[in-house]
């Protein structure tokens, strides 16, 4: 009995397309395109980070999440990436007056936020680094 013959030229071909249309697809799918969710740890909150988290629920939450663990809009602000000593408090009010290029993550630039106010600003702060503190995000120096 004669074994039939395998054509390997035709199976490497499919097999370099296949891992060409991976290679493309790869960057613009999957996990990119998925949002970034972390589980976060609610603490009793400060009188001030209770009006951040009231501040932060009407503006922010559409896109960072419920208690600011992420969505697929926006990137989780409960993450180490936004320890204090890589993003001082000074980065939230920047990004909420001038908006904030991508940089991180993948989701695009964030828009300025002109409807929220210097002392709404300074309370969202507060409520996310105690949700960090809480989730054991501490400051640590920022190395390149």
């Not at 790869?26 to 976060?40: D, E, F, I, K, L």
């Not at 992420?70 to 920047?94: C, Q, R, S, W």
């Not at 991180?104 to 702060?125: C, E, K, L, N």
């Given at each position: 009995m004669?074994?039939p013959k395998?054509?390997?030229a035709?199976?490497?071909?499919l097999?370099?397309?296949a891992?060409?249309?991976?290679?493309?697809?790869?960057?613009t799918g999957?996990?990119?395109?998925?949002?970034?969710?972390?589980?976060v740890?609610?603490?009793?909150l400060?009188?001030?980070?209770?009006?951040?988290?009231?501040?932060?629920?009407s503006?922010c939450?559409?896109?960072?999440?419920?208690?600011?663990?992420g969505?697929?809009?926006?990137?989780?602000l409960v993450?180490?990436?936004?320890?204090?000593?890589h993003?001082?408090?000074e980065?939230?009010?920047?990004?909420?007056?001038?908006g904030?290029?991508?940089h991180?993550?993948?989701?695009?630039?964030?828009?300025p936020?002109?409807?929220?106010?210097?002392?709404?600003?300074?309370?969202?702060?507060?409520?996310?680094?105690e949700?960090?503190?809480?989730?054991?995000?501490?400051?640590?120096?920022?190395?390149?």
């Amino acid at each position: 009995m004669k074994k039939p013959k395998v054509n390997i030229a035709k199976y490497a071909v499919l097999t370099i397309l296949a891992t060409g249309l991976g290679l493309l697809i790869w960057p613009t799918g999957g996990s990119r395109n998925a949002g970034v969710t972390v589980a976060v740890i609610v603490p009793n909150l400060s009188p001030l980070a209770t009006e951040g988290k009231k501040a932060f629920d009407s503006v922010c939450k559409a896109c960072h999440g419920a208690n600011a663990a992420g969505t697929n809009k926006g990137p989780p602000l409960v993450h180490d990436i936004y320890n204090p000593g890589h993003h001082a408090d000074e980065a939230f009010f920047m990004a909420a007056r001038l908006g904030s290029r991508q940089h991180h993550w993948p989701y695009g630039d964030m828009p300025p936020q002109p409807s929220v106010s210097q002392d709404q600003v300074t309370a969202i702060v507060r409520y996310v680094r105690e949700l960090q503190q809480a989730n054991g995000i501490e400051t640590r120096p920022h190395e390149m």
